[in-house]
């Protein structure tokens, strides 16, 4: 092949809730021609999203991998191209070498862009121009909602339609039950004051249509909790979602006890907003591309507030965690992270331990973690890559902040503040740290900087 000429046809990025929903899909159409006349055959697409700050690119996302490895990614995605015509639809799990889009996207501060790699068997070619990806701003909910399931632990009965309060079902897995597999209209179940003690599933439900969702909330009418708790120790878990791609929301509900997960999910995409996880081993477990995102809500005492692991992506916002007797927040395996004004803090062990993964901090507070087991603020590990603006880390028993195992960290824009630590920054192991000094204040450390002989800290 000579000569490769690609153009794009459709772009669109479609996000189907407010605050930073877990990336949907978008459609990538184009025409891929060889000596001028219409190539057929299979390729393989290799596809990463960036973002663009002057001349800064800051990868977000990749087909396969972590956005922070070498590119082009490892693996490409394959694809029939018939007469010169293709299409891709990015973001979609069921295809080969396909993550899932991250729920951080956005080109409200800086522009987004994607580049292509195409591989017809003659070798990886990168594509002559990058493209523009768009993401609509975010919505509140979609108008004409038209179906409300009601539940009530006291007064309820299964048997009941569920679809007026004086015919409330008795519990949730049977409002879900009696949602149909192909899921045309937003439906809210909407639970009573009151006690839940059970384990509920939700798996494989299609969701047609880009403003329709499954909203399990506390009913707005009330003015008690519903509260979800096991049901002796025999109970685990309160949610579990499998398969479920698009459109659950959890709003308003308080989980308590539970001695795996209150909320876990496997190849699922959910929000969280205004609810309250308290004793739990684990808040929230998102795993095997995942993506949950949470907003204004509460961890207290939690063994780990919120796991996202196994090439996982994380949104939290407005979120306060406190005394987790582990760590507070975990990313593992390949996953990704963005925090906006989330607050860290009591921690037995790490604030936030990333390890194989990356993150995106914005204005957020480290506190007094790791003082019963010598943990840090922020702690990666293993490759992990972490860039945070406004950060602070504020008496934390080992390191505000530490990078080891082969890391980096980037403390950039805005003022940070590293205060009353056992140590200042700890850079160990071929890692690395980078900040400028007039935008770090230090005060109050037992030692400010500690970097061993394989590692660097770049102070301009």
Known sequence: M???????????????????????????????????????????????????????????????????????????????VKDGEFLVEIGDVTLSNMNPLPGFLSDEEFPLQMRVWVDVGEGIQQLPSDRPVHVPRAFEEAEGDDIILYVDPI????????????????????????????????????????????????????????????????????????????????????????GVSVGVNFRGLRFEGFSKSAIRSVFSRMNVVDCEFEGNRYGIKAERNSAPSVVRCRFIGNETSILVSTSSSGYLADCKIKDSTGSGLNVMYGSQLMMRNTTIEGSALHGLQLESSTARLYECNLFNNGNKVYGSGLTCSVGSQAKVTLGHFHGNGEAGVYATRGSYIHLGDGTHSIVDNKIGILVELNSGVEYQRDRVRFQGNGTETDVDSSSSLFAR
């Open 155 to 242: 007064t309820g009965d299964d048997n009941n339609t569920g679809k007026a309060p004086h015919r409330a079902k008795k519990t949730i897995q049977a409002a879900v039950d009696a949602l149909p597999p192909v899921i045309r209209q937003t439906t809210r179940i909407q639970l009573a004051d009151g006690v839940y003690q059970e384990r509920v599933t939700l798996r494989n439900n299609v969701i047609l249509g880009d403003r329709i969702y499954v909203h399990i909330e506390k009913n707005p009418d009330s003015t008690g909790e519903a509260v979800l708790r096991p049901a002796g120790t025999e109970q685990s878990e309160a949610f579990v979602l499998e």
């Open 2 to 80: 000579t000569a490769r000429c690609f153009t794009i046809s459709a772009i669109l990025l479609l996000f189907l809730a407010s605050f930073g929903w877990a990336g949907e899909t978008f459609e990538y159409q184009g025409r891929l021609e060889e000596d001028g006349q219409p190539y057929s055959g299979m390729a393989r697409f290799y596809f990463g999203i960036y973002q663009q700050n002057g001349t800064d690119q800051t990868f977000l996302w990749t087909n396969s991998g972590a956005p922070n490895a070498e590119l082009p990614p490892e693996q490409g995605v394959p694809v029939e």
